[in-house]
């Protein structure tokens, strides 16, 4: 073996990339099913913020979605066919029938199944700090968060159509909503000006500065034309991108969107090759859909991997 050949690992029955809510959900039904599992978490997405989930039942008054993962982890240990690895994964290849290679770094691992659960990169406002507020008084989701900020001042932030309902979506929640384009370009139709005009949403197209506040809660927003928006709670509608590069290695099939398409058994477009969270649709981005879509891939991975003897038809 050269110096640069990747040690080979010993293989799995699937390797799943994405250490968050799906991925682990995943993990966790494939090792009650006694397969040994391989999960990948490079440590970042949604989930590693400092959000509180409250539409996950069983958890009166929510869970922080870092303690969620940490207790899928804890629960985890009690498999010993289920390890958990914090190498990242930049490269995958192979196929149904001769089994799947993941590549970081120094290492290659194979495995007869994959499951991408890879999640999306958000375009959150950058701003000296920013990160410290996502999850706290900056978030993306009225569905996750919007209840929770009633009455508040909120800033909604992005350019397009999609910010603006968002903003007339939010106005059921709270009479004081701004909307800050945050880009040199506004593109925002005249129907949705004329209806964020009737409900009284002040549009400014200006872009982000800085704020302030303190630990992770705003108070204000300054933009670069000098206006002071007071704000207690940020709506960042800038969009995210689908972490689909290690699909698109694999030959995957994307949706329009660009998120992966899948079946209703998580299959993509390629045997034996998953996908599951906030990476498979455009909308529905929730903890619930999430730990919904790993547990239904790893049972269609599980019955992949059973014998044609074992198999109904």
């Known amino acids: 073996m050269t110096a640069t050949s990747p040690e080979r690992h010993p293989t799995a029955d699937t390797i799943i990339v994405g250490g968050g809510p799906a991925g682990l959900s995943a993990a966790l039904c494939l090792a009650r099913y006694n397969r040994q599992v391989l999960v990948f978490d490079g440590g970042r997405g949604r989930s590693t913020h400092h959000q509180v989930n409250r539409n996950y039942i069983g958890f009166p008054g929510g ?13 985890l240990a009690d498999y010993p066919g289920a390890r958990l690895s914090h190498h990242q994964v930049i490269g995958a290849e192979g196929d149904a029938e001769r089994g799947f290679t993941v590549r ?15 999640g999306v990169l958000d375009h959150f406002p950058h701003f000296p700090g920013w990160e410290r507020y996502v999850g706290e008084s900056m978030f993306w989701c009225i569905a996750c968060d919007g209840y929770e900020n009633r009455g508040r001042r909120i800033l909604v932030v992005g350019h397009t159509d999609a910010a603006a309902a968002e903003a007339m979506q939010m106005h059921s929640l709270s009479d ?23 409900a009284g949403i002040p549009v400014l197209h200006d872009q ?67 996908a599951a969270g906030d990476v498979t649709s455009l909308h529905s981005h929730q903890v619930s859909a999430a730990v919904h879509e790993g547990s239904q891939a790893a049972s269609a991975a599980n019955y992949f991997l059973y014998p044609p003897e074992l198999k109904s038809a």
């Open 63 to 75: 869970i922080a979605t870092v303690d969620l993962r940490k207790r899928a982890v804890e629960q």
């Open 104 to 118: 970081s770094q120094s290492h290659a691992f194979t495995a007869r199944t994959l499951i991408l659960a890879t």
């Open 176 to 198: 004081r909503v701004q909307l800050l384009t945050n880009s040199h370009r506004n593109e925002i139709s005249e129907v949705l000006c004329r209806r964020l005009r009737a």
């Open 208 to 274: 982000i500065r800085g704020v302030e506040g303190d630990q992770g809660r705003l108070r204000a927003v300054i933009t670069r034309g000098g206006e002071r928006l007071e704000t207690d709670s940020l709506f960042s509608i800038q969009g995210a991108t689908p972490e689909t590069r290690l699909a698109e290695q694999l030959g995957v099939e994307l949706a329009p969107t660009g998120y992966i398409r899948v079946d209703t058994e998580q299959q993509t477009s390629v045997p034996a090759v998953y």
